[in-house]
């Protein structure tokens, strides 16, 4: 039976851990275990242990003899991620229906960063401990925030009352990240409250990798639709969503704007793979300029 050695223990062969370990790249799944069992083919004839670095190797030459120069760029960022000993955080931003749990979701599959944390989440446990009476636009949704202010204006009060939300819940999200950098861990947050240029984390940058980008949707019908796929199997009924797309999409008009401020990645968010790939991109580039050892 073939075995790998990883840290001086020894583990039976699996092609799902290596199909696993090969999801970065963003090909295609029956590639992906074609691969794997080429790798099982050839290293099969082996009577002892084989190091999980071969194992990684082979996989990189294979990549390269297939011309997948991209794909394994990113299979080579993965094991990057593993190894890097500082913190990092990548915040994933957006209005309301634009896909940021899914983003989420379908990125700690990619690189492999499983602590995800949304900040609705972070929201429900503050209106919990801060009554409505004391706080009233925390305790309302994003995009009704701003009826409890006063004011004829409603697209201005969709603002306001958004900002007001977003600036208490980010002081939660600033406590989990300052844990995060504290304890070295790699997380990923989630959340409408994410506004870029909103969240001020001071940080030294050589302790903290902190990468932050905007799903948007352009097309309102399409935004529209996105409510009533996720409508299916939750509570979150799409009509509630829907006939307030107008305070949606100002709420987006408004992150958008900040997002061109701060000099935040936007990405239109029509293809979830393409989005996920892009940020996976763009966190290559941006790592490669780290001192990280093979």
């Known amino acids: 039976m ?3 050695e990883k840290h001086n223990h020894v583990y039976p062969f699996s092609k799902g851990i290596i199909a696993r370990s090969m999801l970065p790249t963003g090909l295609p799944l029956e590639t992906i275990y074609g ?8 290293f099969n004839h082996r009577k002892n242990p084989v190091p999980a670095s071969d194992i990684q190797d082979k996989v990189t030459q294979i990549l390269t003899e297939r011309g997948f120069e991209n794909e394994k760029s990113r299979y080579k960022i993965s094991h990057k991620i ?18 940021k749990s899914t983003i989420a979701a379908a990125l700690t599959r990619r690189i492999g960063i ?73 997380t990923i947050f989630n959340g409408v409250h994410l506004s870029p240029g909103f ?11 902190l990468f932050q980008y905007l799903l948007t949707l352009n097309d309102e019908e399409q935004h529209k639709q996105r409510f009533q ?34 000099g935040s990645k936007i990405i239109e968010n029509t293809n979830v793979g393409h989005t996920v790939t892009e940020i996976v991109d763009d966190l290559i580039a941006n790592l490669e300029k780290e001192k990280i050892h093979e």
């Open 199 to 209: 969240l001020e984390i001071k940080h030294d940058e050589s302790s903290l990798l």
């Open 82 to 99: 593993a190894q890097i000993n500082k913190p990092l955080v990548i915040l994933i931003g957006g209005t309301a229906g634009v896909g």
């Open 114 to 186: 499983r602590r995800v944390i949304g900040t609705d989440e972070i929201r429900e446990i503050m209106r919990y401990m801060l009554p409505k009476d004391l706080l009233p636009a925390l305790h309302e949704s994003s995009f009704d925030a701003g009826e409890v202010l006063g004011g004829p204006d409603i697209r201005e009060n969709t603002e306001v009352g958004f900002c007001r939300q977003s600036g208490l819940v980010n002081r939660g999200v600033h406590a989990y990240i300052k844990r995060t950098e504290k304890e070295g861990l790699k």
């Open 35 to 42: 691969i794997a069992e080429k790798i099982e083919d050839e």
């Open 229 to 262: 796929l996720r409508s299916d199997g939750s509570y979150r009924e799409a009509e509630r969503y829907i006939n307030k797309i107008d305070r949606i999409r100002d709420i987006q008009e408004y992150l958008v704007k900040e997002a061109k401020k701060s």
């Open 2 to 4: 073939l075995e790998i």
